[in-house]
């Protein structure tokens, strides 16, 4: 298998999964608990705090969460005021925000150009004194794009809102602005486990809970999980220690994977302002569901693998101004530490052999 679906989930990396195993194999005591396992445990998830913490800006805290999903969720749910959004975001914020709209919030939802990018001056003219917060995306899921978070922040900032920036692709990958106010992220976006994010909180800003109970983590409710945060705080350590070789390596897989996709595929979403492990192509006619199936060793995606098996095309592709036709003709390929060149190289050229093949059966058919 080649495995090219890097936005979906990434794999574990060797060094999580090592600082994993003793938490889930002797560690099993509660981190809440007074006594001496407890607090060892409790000692565990504190230094993988520390570890995520590394990645964000300063002024703020982490809380550990079940995922992304929760945190944004949590991040909207818990401010008050108008929400504001992308039309390209994720479907844990848009869902969210058409949830508080259905119970009463104002919502607005605001268009991208061409490229996938906010246009800032009707960003300036739609906010005003009741806006609340401003959600958007640091790094697109299904494009790559680049937001440019720092100046939305300022805008938000301008009328007294709050910044969540998603920052679930971009963690350890792009640099985070300091004027995020909420920031989302996900451990197995980043060679991590699955079943733990978090949301950092700027010191000030205070969210209405989403779950009630202990309290244990002062303001989010629920036992933590040592090898789960172990897992996630090492993952982060990974990133920081790699993340110039990481950063090259995709620069190369990139470079390759251009060069040899040739005439006739076109990239969606802005080539400038990008993250460069993802490359979401298109090609006119292209049966994307016939091409997987095709190439069933071969892991890529249609889009989202949040939305896979929704039957609607890609929101994202969409908002973008493509055709449906257009958007359901493209695929997204990502890549990441453990892709190798003769991979990428091998699946490239397979993928453009099998949609050759389509357009010839489909000129002999016609």
Not at 51 to 63: C, D, E
Not at 295 to 314: E, K, M, N, T, V
Request: glycine share 10%.
């Amino acid at each position: 298998m080649i495995y090219l679906d890097y936005q979906a989930t990434t794999p574990l990396a060797p060094e999580a999964l090592d600082a994993m195993l003793p938490w889930l194999r002797d560690g099993y005591a509660n981190p809440h608990s007074a006594h001496a396992a407890g607090r060892k445990a409790k000692a565990a998830v504190e230094f993988a705090r520390d570890q995520v913490a590394a990645l964000l800006p300063s002024g703020g805290r982490v809380v550990f969460t079940s995922g992304a999903t929760e945190a944004l969720n949590w991040a909207i749910k818990g401010t008050t005021g108008e929400m504001m959004t992308l039309a390209t975001e994720h479907a844990a914020v848009l869902d969210t925000v058409h949830a508080e709209s259905r119970a009463g919030r104002n919502q607005t939802v605001l268009s991208v150009d061409r490229d996938g990018l906010v246009d800032l001056p009707m960003l300036r003219a739609a906010t005003w004194p009741d806006t609340g917060v401003v959600a958007a995306m640091l790094v697109n899921n299904e494009i790559g794009v680049v937001q440019p978070i720092a100046e939305m922040a300022e805008v938000a900032h301008s009328v007294g809102a709050l910044l969540l920036c998603d920052a679930v692709q971009g963690y350890g990958r792009v640099p985070i602005p300091e004027g995020c106010d909420l920031i989302a992220i996900s451990a197995h976006k980043i060679y991590g486990p699955k079943g733990i994010g978090a949301l950092w909180i700027r010191d000030g800003v205070a969210l209405e809970p989403l779950l009630h109970g202990g309290d244990q983590e002062g303001g989010r409710s629920g036992t933590l999980s040592p090898a789960l945060c172990a897992g996630f705080g090492r993952a982060a350590a990974m990133m920081a220690e790699r993340r110039e070789v990481d950063a090259a390596h995709i620069e190369r897989l990139w470079a390759l994977a251009t060069d040899r996709l040739g005439r006739g595929w076109h990239i969606n979403g802005s080539t400038q302002y990008r993250y460069h492990g993802n490359l979401n192509i298109r090609r006119d006619g292209l049966d994307v569901a016939r091409l997987m199936s095709d190439l069933r060793d071969i892991a890529f995606s249609a889009g989202s693998a949040c939305a896979s098996g929704s039957g609607r095309s890609s929101h994202v592709l969409r908002a973008l101004g493509l055709s449906e036709a257009q958007a359901r003709s493209s695929i997204r390929l990502g890549f990441g530490r453990y892709t190798t060149a003769a991979e990428l190289t091998e699946a490239i050229d397979r993928i453009i052999a099998a949609a050759d093949a389509q357009q010839i059966m489909g000129g002999i058919a016609a």
